[in-house]
Antibody, heavy 125, light 108 residues
């Protein structure tokens, strides 16, 4: 079965960086886009961007341009999300998610059936 | 960006009752690329509906989605105890992907 296993909780000071990992198993890692979302405490969901694990190509939400970097290591089927210059309002649970359908389909399927368990990032001085 | 407004904010119902949740978009959602998710405390969201009306794998048929353009609805025909949760809509017809603020379905 599909599994996305994320790295553990992090506590960071304002201005620092955090790098969250997402190890995929149960499917062909390079066959599906991976997106990153976040959810601040008691709030809704915010889309951060996606990575194409096959090519390494990325697309970031404008709100995170210049602060986020998404990468992958195909040898270990793992995607990474690094967020820089952290602020207190970056405190949130960060999720990696897999698109519903493989890249080989022509339809747009940027909705998400498979989710990581989430990584809590706390930014506090 | 497309803003999704969900209503009501909270729905107080009893098991066995019908729940009707609304998601309104600030502009038309391309190709009705609209999804619905359920989230329980401490858990990741679960995809219920995609493409406005297609049920995701393993989702019971008491969940149904409908709508087009700017107005979408999620109906839970008969609430089961496990259905009390927060529900989010999401549009993926245009970038950036956006989510609604959620509707909490609570037990009366």
């Amino acid at each position: 079965q599909v599994q996305l296993v994320q790295s553990g909780a992090e506590v960071k000071k304002p201005g620092a960086s955090v790098k969250v990992s997402c190890k995929a198993s149960g499917y062909t890692f390079t066959g599906y886009y991976i997106h990153w979302l976040r959810q601040a405490p008691g709030q809704g969901l915010e889309w951060m961007g996606w990575i194409n694990p096959n090519s390494g190509g990325t697309n970031y939400a404008q709100n995170f341009q210049g602060r986020v970097t998404m990468t992958r290591d195909t040898s270990i089927s793992t995607a990474f999300m690094e967020l820089n210059r952290l602020r207190s309002d970056d405190t949130a649970v960060y999720y990696c998610v897999r698109e519903l359908l493989p890249m080989s389909t022509s339809a747009t399927t940027e909705c998400f059936q498979d989710w990581g368990h989430g990584t809590l990032v706390t930014v506090s001085s | 960006e497309i803003v999704l407004t969900q209503s009501p904010g909270t729905l107080s119902l009893s098991p066995g009752e019908r729940a009707t949740l609304s998601c309104r978009a600030s502009q038309s959602v391309s190709r009705n690329y609209l999804g619905w998710y359920q989230q329980k405390p401490g858990q990741a969201p679960r995809l219920l509906i995609y493409g406005a009306s297609s049920r995701a794998t393993g989702i019971p048929d008491r969940f149904s989605g409908s709508g087009s353009g700017t107005d979408f609805t999620l109906i839970i025909s008969r609430l089961e105890p496990e259905d009390f949760a927060v529900y989010f809509c999401q549009q993926y017809g245009s970038s950036p992907l956006t989510f609604g603020g959620g509707t909490k379905v609570e037990m009366k």
